[in-house]
């Protein structure tokens, strides 16, 4: 005859985990590892003719419940959204963004802002703001590049892939086109290093050139041709 005791409820006998499943003798021993605080016991007796009498463990180990998971905080979410969360905020140190609750270290367009306006209107030197701002000197010239050339949409995260898309657009290589034909033979100043003057992009030369080979290449390729 079986019987499963836990805790003074019933359990089906036929409920064995093989992965959990240990056989002691009446008077024996407790299997390796066995840790009568830590589980939870399911046993039942059996008289056997052959074996004699013996106790059956089930060892089942208890889990621990999941917490249910926080919800994010609706701004830093409408900023992850927005592809304008700071990566890394700590990395914000400027004594304005730790002494007021107004400038947000995780919104990356403000901190951009700020860091230039650190500069140009407070007269900080570059080195001391990059530094305050976790940036590079690289990182604070190009923004400001883009906050001249464009304003504040020139800060605003610029969709990943492949260059092509969103750099050598037909407006830029309308612009190198004509910059080409005004230019003499020997003028100083390259195409690249007048784009970024006009809109404040760093292309490669090469990729300037390559698109522009692509764009005469397609003019010149009669509709329904093989490209």
């Known amino acids: 005859m079986s019987r499963v005791e836990v ?5 089906s006998t036929g409920f ?13 021993h407790h299997p390796p590892g066995f840790r009568p605080k830590d589980s939870f016991l399911l046993l039942y007796w059996n008289n056997s003719l052959d074996a004699g009498p013996f ?13 249910p998971a926080q919800p994010e905080d609706p701004k830093r979410a409408a900023l992850r959204a927005s592809g304008t969360l700071h990566p890394h905020p ?8 730790l002494a007021q609750e107004f400038f947000d270290r995780r919104d990356r367009i403000q901190v951009k802002y700020e860091m230039l306006r650190r500069h140009r209107v407070d007269r900080r030197p570059v080195t001391e703001v990059a ?28 969709p ?28 100083e100043q390259t195409a690249a290093e007048a784009v970024e003057q006009r809109f404040g992009l760093t292309i490669h030369p090469r990729s300037l050139d390559r698109a522009l080979v692509r ?12 490209s």
Do not use: N
Request: some cysteine; charged content about 30%.
């Open 55 to 67: 106790v059956d463990v089930i060892m089942m180990t208890s889990m621990p419940r999941r917490r």
């Open 131 to 158: 530094d305050a701002y976790g940036v590079s000197r690289q990182a604070f010239y190009t923004a400001a590049r883009a906050l001249h050339a464009q304003g504040i949409a020139g800060l605003l995260p610029r």
């Open 90 to 97: 700590d990395a914000v140190r400027d004594e304005t963004f």
């Open 7 to 11: 805790e003074g409820a019933s359990v």
């Open 215 to 226: 764009r005469k290449k397609k003019r010149h390729t009669p509709r329904g041709a093989p």
């Open 16 to 28: 064995r985990p093989e992965c959990h499943f240990y056989c002691v003798p009446s008077g024996g």
């Open 160 to 187: 990943r892939g492949p260059k092509r898309a969103h750099k050598c657009t037909d407006e830029i290589l309308d612009f190198v086109e004509a910059w080409h034909a005004e230019q003499p033979p020997d003028a």
